[in-house]
């Protein structure tokens, strides 16, 4: 399932549910079909995200194969994942006081 976040500044992100959940999750928002944040919220959303990435650790570097030989998929960090909605909220919450940004889903996610 898709979710799009959609900014009244900028343009918009679509990104897997997959990969929205712990975003949103580490942020304190619920994962529902439908969902905002106000320019109030933004500029603190993003911090939140900043400091989940710099906690989150780094996927092991030193081995490209397993152990059979295969070569190894990447691994997308979450700071991969969480920058462009942290610019987003960057961004938009320089937009003024009517400044803000939905999400949309076909469901809670």
């Not at 990969?19 to 959303?45: C, D």
Request: net charge negative.
């Amino acid at each position: 399932m898709l979710v799009r976040f959609i900014s009244s500044e900028t343009g918009e992100i679509l990104m897997f549910a997959e990969a929205a959940r712990p975003l949103l999750q580490a942020i304190g928002k619920e994962t529902t079909a439908r969902g905002a944040f106000t320019q109030a919220e933004m500029a603190a959303a993003a911090q939140v995200l900043r400091e989940a990435v710099q906690r989150a650790e780094a996927p092991p570097q030193d081995d490209e194969f397993d152990e059979t030989g295969k070569k190894k998929e990447p691994v997308v960090a979450l700071g991969q994942r969480a920058w462009p909605l942290i610019d987003m909220l960057d961004r938009t919450s320089r937009g003024g006081a009517r400044a803000n940004i939905v999400w949309e889903a076909s469901a809670a996610f």
